[in-house]
């Protein structure tokens, strides 16, 4: 059975850091494209960092982009997101995602299979 386990939520001040982890088990790790994406309170879920199988392109929403950093180490079928100068409006679930067949990272995608999500709250 697919599974994925994320960790590393919290809560922080703005300005923290917190590095999420991704654990996946049950498929070939290494064949599927990866994402982070988050939902806020009465908010959709939305995409928040991608990358692809082989861990050579990445991908990341503008409201992101230069302060969070995804990463992936196959050999333990983990993939991660550091984050940097978090804001209030980081404050969010953040749930990690798995899809094979991801041809554009930049394009619209919903992973296959979720994991059930680690809260992450920033402060004032």
């Known amino acids: 059975q697919v599974q994925l386990v994320e960790s590393g939520g919290g809560l922080v001040q703005a300005g923290g850091s917190l590095r999420l982890s991704c654990a996946a088990s049950?498929?070939?790790?290494?064949?599927?494209?990866m994402g982070w994406f988050r939902q806020a309170p009465g908010k959709e879920r939305e995409f928040v960092a991608a990358?692809?199988?082989?861990?050579?392109?990445?991908y990341y929403a503008d409201s992101v982009k230069g302060r969070f950093t995804i990463s992936r180490d196959n050999a333990k079928n983990t993939v991660y997101m550091q984050m940097n100068s978090l804001k209030p409006e980081d404050t969010a679930v953040y749930f990690c995602?798995?899809?094979?067949?991801?041809?554009?990272?930049?394009?619209?995608?919903?992973?296959?299979?979720w994991g059930q999500g680690t809260q992450v709250t920033v402060s004032s």
């Open positions: 995602g798995a899809r094979d067949r991801v041809y554009r990272l930049d394009l619209k995608w919903v992973p296959d299979y």
């Open positions: 049950g498929l070939t790790f290494s064949r599927y494209a």
């Open positions: 990358i692809s199988w082989s861990g050579g392109y990445t």
